[in-house]
């Protein structure tokens, strides 16, 4: 029986919610499944990930293969660099120790663009409020124009 790590969709409409599963590769998306492993929500901002890393790390070693979206999701998460550091034969503590600096990394890495983008943002506003000025300034002298012909006339 081949075993694949994928998404079963839940949720409502246009909302949606899903469960990463361990599956026949023969079940139908919302179907049968062994194992839930994870839930992912990608409404949230950011996209929420929950993995049990134990129980992933399980099914990949016995061969169950990742859709393409649950290895993106394994790798956000750290899993599949955990795998690999494991399977070069470092300790524990070392693996634990290279992990966590990615963490960090990663996490100092969303923060900066984060903060770029409110800057893009507020420098966009910035923008748009100076045009709204323009176009407000332009409004009452064409309206002066026209009262002073209205007078003439």
Known sequence: MAVKLRLRRMGKKRQPIYKVVAADTRSPRD??????????????????INLK??????????????????????????????????????????VNAK????????????????KEEKKVEAKKVETDAVKVEAKEEVVPEASEETQSEEKAE
Do not use: H, M
């Open 31 to 48: 179907g049968k499944f062994i194992e839930e492993i994870g839930l992912y929500n990608p409404k949230t901002e950011p996209a929420t």
């Open 99 to 114: 992990v966590d600096e990615w963490k960090k990394v990663k996490e100092a890495n969303t923060t900066k663009t984060q």
């Open 53 to 94: 890393e134990d129980r992933a790390s399980y099914w990949l070693g016995v061969g169950a293969q990742p859709t393409d979206t649950v290895k993106n999701l394994l790798s956000k998460a750290g899993i599949l660099l955990r795998r690999e550091l494991e399977s070069q034969g470092l300790s524990e503590d070392q």
